[in-house]
C-alpha cells in the first residue's frame, strides 16, 4: 500500500470524529483526518490543471515570484511571451500551454501541506524535438532538494515526481514547474496536471460502526481488512489508544467496507478513530 495522507475539517453532527493512518510496508505512518458521517476525498491540489477552466496564466512579477498560488503563472526573459495557452496540441479537451524559449517557465505554488505526508505531482506533456529542446518537470521547496524529471518523449507521455513534504524552512510554499533549459528548435507542450496524496485509495468515508474504502480504479492490489489497524482515543483522554476490534469486512468493485462494533456516544465527548493500513 502506498502512503497517504488527507487532512480535513468537516462538519459532523455525532460525537465522533475519524483520524485515519496509513502504514505503508515500509516507511513512516501519514494520518488522515475525516469526521464521522462524512466523505474524505484524495483530490487534486493544483488550480486550472487542465486549461479547459477559462482562466488565463498568471504573469511573473516581483510580487508574484514567490507566491504563485491559485493559477498556473508563466515566465518569459525575451520581450514576447513564449509561454501561453495554446488550442492546439492538448493531451485532453481542447486547450494545453505551450513553451519554447529558454529559461520559460510555468509554475504553481501549493499551500497548507501535511509535514511528513507523501505527495505525487504528474503531468502529461510532449518535446517536438527532444534532442534540440531541454526541458523539466519540477518541484522544489518541500524540504528537500529540488527534484528534476527530463521532457524527453516526441508524444504524450505522463511524467510525474514523488515527494515527502518536511516543509521549507524559509517560508516558501511547495512549487511545480515546468522549465525549459534549452529552447528555440521546438516546442514543449503539457496538459492535465494532478497533485494528490500518494496513496491507491481515493476516499474514505467514516461511520460509527463502519470504515468505507474505495480504491483508485487501477489499483490491482488485495483489498483487506487486515491491512488496516484500527482504534480510537477520546479528547477527554487523547494520549490513550485504545483498539478496535474488527467485527467483518466485503468488497464490491473497488471499495472495501470495514465494519467494528459501534462504540458507546457521549454529548460530552469527540472520539477520534485512527485507521493505521500497514
Not at 483530490?43 to 498556473?72: C, R, S
Request: aromatic content about 10%.
Amino acid at each position: 500500500m502506498k502512503k497517504g495522507v488527507i487532512k480535513r475539517a468537516l462538519a459532523f453532527a455525532l460525537a465522533a470524529a475519524m483520524t485515519v493512518t496509513m502504514f505503508p510496508n515500509v516507511g513512516n505512518s501519514r494520518v488522515i483526518e475525516a469526521k464521522a458521517a462524512s466523505i474524505v476525498t484524495n483530490e487534486n491540489l493544483f488550480k486550472n490543471p487542465t486549461y479547459e477552466e477559462g482562466v488565463e496564466l498568471g504573469a511573473h512579477t516581483e510580487e508574484t515570484q514567490f507566491n504563485k498560488l491559485g493559477n498556473w503563472f508563466a515566465y518569459s526573459e525575451g520581450e514576447q511571451l513564449t509561454v501561453q495557452k495554446v488550442q492546439n496540441n492538448a493531451h485532453s479537451g481542447n486547450w494545453a500551454v505551450s513553451l519554447s524559449a529558454a529559461n520559460d517557465a510555468l509554475e504553481q505554488d501549493v499551500s497548507g501541506l501535511t509535514v511528513g505526508a507523501n505527495y505525487k505531482v504528474s503531468v502529461w506533456a510532449k518535446n517536438t524535438n527532444p534532442s534540440a529542446v531541454r526541458a523539466w518537470l519540477c518541484v522544489k521547496w518541500y524540504g528537500g532538494s529540488e527534484q528534476k524529471v527530463l521532457l524527453n518523449s516526441s508524444e504524450y507521455k505522463r511524467y510525474e515526481i514523488p515527494f515527502t513534504y518536511t516543509g521549507d524552512n524559509t517560508g516558501k510554499n511547495m512549487r511545480a514547474a515546468i522549465w525549459v533549459e534549452n529552447g528555440g528548435a521546438g516546442n514543449v507542450y503539457v496538459d492535465d496536471w494532478t497533485m494528490e496524496i500518494d496513496s491507491d485509495i481515493k476516499s474514505l468515508s467514516a461511520v460509527n460502526g463502519a470504515i468505507t474504502a474505495e480504491y483508485k480504479a487501477d489499483y490491482a492490489g488485495n483489498m483487506s481488512a487486515d491491512d488496516f489497524d484500527i482504534s480510537y482515543t477520546s479528547s477527554l483522554a487523547p494520549e490513550v489508544s485504545k483498539k478496535i476490534e474488527v467485527t467483518n469486512s466485503s468488497t464490491a468493485g473497488k471499495v472495501l467496507t470495514i465494519n467494528f462494533a459501534e462504540i458507546e456516544k457521549s454529548p460530552l465527548e469527540q472520539k477520534n478513530y485512527n485507521y493505521s493500513n500497514i
